[in-house]
């Protein structure tokens, strides 16, 4: 069986002979990367600097939250605003596997920037399984380029170094709840954030109206499972699909985009099953989601597919 | 924000946790109880990478059950194949079309000289390979299958003869090999597990490593219990 104190005495050993310098990680707030920062920090301490890169597509209230919480873990860090150069670069994009490549492209320059100015010759990434086995390559197939696997340039500057590579989620929580880190049991999110939970171009408009539907879903959910009248799922989240349809909003037409609701019960993220919530919870998401964003969705439809044949995320 | 800060901060995290905890605990359970009665005899067992998306997983539940395990990519020669069994995994390789792709899976089928167990395309190749015929299945199945026992053999042994089991396969076996028996089936699927009637050569066309699928890491001890009987023979 996986052993996490194994696991964290053989990684602090591992490490000190492999990172012989100065090192930024690639922090999210996630499972998988304060897991990274809280074990090579242990080994090199200082020497280490986490970058937290707002691409202006993350959650509500998310860059702050991270902030703190890496600042309570007492890991070395920055926040670094780059959402304006994102918006860019993805203008007019709608490909999901465009999308990731040129945000994993983006993460690396954004992180080579500040490799050079703190000196470090090593990006750490928490880079698992999942992530390099769905993004492919020699005989094996691309279902999605991970932000931090297929989504990086050929020509980077830095030399990386990935820890949890061998690991599924369930044993990096292992370690995470060994090392007692607090984000230990927090829902997965993708890299590339809410820019591929919006089906088609990601603007600050489009990636706004599923941030709120995101929070809601979210919300509700986690509300529904404190009261014990569900499980907790895997991953819970809402998706901006760009489809347009009829609506009637105080007696009169509407006409506005829909709101697919995910969320999926999991072990590894390698298979998983759409969760079943309770109707009288989806209901309230429902209309919470359409009340409060009346001009723009008045339509939100809950996603019953598994993975395979689906995927967790949409893109 | 995450349930789980609010509930850090407001130091509710011990009744936050077990809602995830519960689904990690099944699987650790039933590997560890596996694991207590695992005689611990080193075995080593080969994943013979066909590019599959659940390989890494094959060789996740080996190593759960204590085997020494490694993943090799299906050109290396036979000569570096030293195992006690080999695992052939399924792959984005489609048999019917690409059969090449599949490397050296048909030298370690006739000459390893170790109990074979081949996964989806792993499966497909054996018979193809040995002379039966795969080909693109007329209801293709992804995701949640139910899988019926006809022959329990070794593999299946004390395990229910209904279970759920996590499929992902656009082919099939349509034709078995000679001296092979099929063992199992579902609603469109004839040949959903097959064995040679006296060689330990084995396929099913489900995903044992799936941790979807029921009972799969007893079908593995079944394989690991195979492989330890012949390599007392």
């Known amino acids: ?315 | 924000m995450s349930h789980f800060i609010y509930a850090f901060r407001e130091g509710r995290i011990s009744l936050a946790i077990p809602f995830e905890v519960t689904a990690n605990q099944r699987i650790a359970e039933s590997a560890d109880a596996l694991y207590s009665r695992a005689v611990h005899l080193t075995m080593r067992i080969l994943v013979i990478d066909n590019g599959g998306q659940w390989t890494h997983r094959e060789w996740r539940v080996l190593r759960d059950l204590n085997v020494e395990v490694e993943i090799v990519p299906n050109n290396t020669p036979l000569e570096k194949i030293k195992a006690d069994g080999l695992v052939l995994s399924g792959g984005a390789p489609r048999v019917g079309v690409d059969a090449q792709k599949m490397g050296m899976c048909g030298e370690y089928i006739d000459k390893s000289g170790v109990p074979v167990l081949g996964i989806c395309a792993g499966h497909q190749f054996m018979a193809s390979h040995l002379g039966g015929k795969a080909g693109p299945s007329k209801v293709p199945e992804f995701g949640k299958t139910m899988v019926t026992v006809d022959d329990e053999d070794e593999i299946f042994k004390g395990l229910p003869t209904e279970f759920v089991a996590w499929e992902s396969h656009n082919d099939e076996v349509t034709q078995l090999p000679p001296d092979f028996v099929s063992l199992a089936h579902s609603d469109n699927c004839a040949v959903q597990a097959m064995k040679h009637k006296t060689k330990p050569l084995y396929g099913l066309q489900f995903h044992p490593e799936v941790e979807n699928t029921d009972n799969g890491y007893e079908m593995f001890q079944a394989f690991i219990d195979i492989c330890q009987a012949h390599k007392k023979e």
Request: charged content about 30%.
């Open chain 1, 1 to 315: 069986m996986f052993n996490a104190d194994k696991f964290i005495e053989e990684q602090a050993k591992k490490l000190k002979t492999e990172v012989k310098g100065k090192a930024i990680i690639a922090a999210s707030g996630g499972v998988d990367s304060t897991v990274c920062a809280a074990l090579v920090s242990r080994a090199i301490g200082e020497s280490l600097l986490a970058v937290y890169v707002d691409t202006g597509f993350m959650r509500k209230g998310e860059t702050e939250s991270v902030d703190k919480m890496l600042r309570r873990l007492g890991v070395n860090h920055i926040v670094v605003d780059a959402s304006d150069e994102y918006f860019a670069a993805l203008k007019g994009v709608i490909d999901p596997e465009k999308k990731r490549k040129i945000i994993g492209e983006k993460f690396i320059r954004v992180f080579e920037r500040e490799a050079k100015k703190f000196g470090a010759e090593y990006l750490v990434q928490g880079t698992i399984a999942p992530d390099w086995i769905e993004s492919g390559g020699g005989l094996r197939d691309t279902i999605k380029s991970h932000h931090n696997v297929g989504g990086l340039p050929a020509d980077m500057d830095v030399k990386l170094v990935e820890p949890l590579r061998d690991l599924y989620k369930d044993e990096v929580r292992k370690v995470a709840r060994a090392l007692k880190i607090e984000v230990a049991e927090k829902q997965p999110f993708p890299g590339p954030a809410l820019a591929i939970r919006v089906m088609g171009e990601p603007t600050r408009e489009s990636v706004e109206i599923v941030r709120e539907a995101c929070a809601i879903v979210e919300e509700e959910i986690e509300k529904a499972s404190a009261a014990g009248k569900m499980k907790l799922p895997w991953q819970y989240f809402a998706v901006l699909l760009p489809v347009k349809s009829v609506g009637v909003q105080g007696d009169v037409r509407a006409y506005g985009y829909t709101i697919a609701v995910r969320a999926v019960d999991s072990v590894d993220a390698m298979s998983a099953v759409y969760s079943k919530i309770p109707h009288d919870v989806l209901d309230t998401i429902a209309s919470r989601i359409a009340n409060k964003m009346k001009e723009k969705v008045n339509r939100v439809v809950y996603d019953i597919t598994n993975k395979p044949p689906a995927t967790i995320e949409w893109e």
